[in-house]
Antibody, heavy 119, light 108 residues
Framework: EVQLVESGGGLVQPGGSLRLSCAAS????????MAWVRQAPGKGLEWVSS????????YYSYSVRGRFTISRDNANNSLYLQMNSLRDEDTAVYYC????????????WGQGTLVTVSS | ETVLTQSPGTLSLSPGERATLSCRAS???????LAWYQHKLGQAPRLLIY???SRATGIPDRFSGSGSGTDFTLTISRLEPEDFAVYYC?????????FGQGTKVEIK
């Protein structure tokens, strides 16, 4: 059974930094692209970032490019999201998601971790 | 960037009724990369349909997807109490991923 467990969320001040982690199990982690998707309070789902199987390709939404960095550790079946220069509008539940294959849509999701940016 | 527009924003129906949800893309979307998700408050989103019309593992056959090009549809043939939720369409293309804004299916 695929399991994705996010951690690292919390309260941070505007301009601050936070690192999210996603522990993956139940599948061959290195064979699949991975992504982060967020949902701000009262809003819909928003794609944040994706990473290829061997970290060779990374993509970001326009709203986080230059501030967030996605990475993965295939040896430890983990996905990360380093978030810098956080803004109020980054407040959201952040979900870790597994791609259907190397790329594509997302077939499994974690339960999410809440990030609150507020002074 | 491909914008997905879902309609209606809210669908008020009774259990047993048929639900038809629309997703329109601002440019042609590969059917291979058009998916639908169900999302309930406090839960992880759940993949329902991928490749525009293929049901994901364990998804009941009352859920069906259709469409191509720029127009896609999710149909729930007979609503069960557990189907009242928010539904999102989703596409991947050109190294970018986008979601529609969602359709809320609520109990009438």
């Amino acid at each position: 059974e695929v399991q994705l467990v996010e951690s690292g969320g919390g309260l941070v001040q505007p301009g601050g930094s936070l690192r999210l982690s996603c522990a993956a199990s139940g599948f061959t982690f290195s064979d699949y692209g991975m992504a982060w998707v967020r949902q701000a309070p009262g809003k819909g789902l928003e794609w944040v970032s994706s990473i290829g199987t061997s970290s060779g390709a990374m993509y970001y939404s326009y709203s986080v490019r230059g501030r967030f960095t996605i990475s993965r550790d295939n040896a430890n079946n983990s996905l990360y999201l380093q978030m810098n220069s956080l803004r109020d509008e980054d407040t959201a539940v952040y979900y870790c998601a597994k791609c259907f294959s190397a790329w594509g849509n997302f077939d499994d999701w974690g339960q999410g971790t809440l990030v609150t940016v507020s002074s | 960037e491909t914008v997905l527009t879902q309609s209606p924003g809210t669908l008020s129906l009774s259990p047993g009724e048929r639900a038809t949800l629309s997703c329109r893309a601002s440019q042609t979307v590969s059917s291979s990369y058009l998916a639908w998700y169900q999302h309930k408050l406090g839960q992880a989103p759940r993949l329902l349909i991928y490749g525009a019309s293929s049901r994901a593992t364990g998804i009941p056959d009352r859920f069906s997807g259709s469409g191509s090009g720029t127009d896609f549809t999710l149909t729930i043939s007979r609503l069960e109490p557990e189907d009242f939720a928010v539904y999102y369409c989703h596409q991947y293309g050109g190294s970018r991923w986008t979601f529609g804004q969602g359709t809320k299916v609520e109990i009438k």
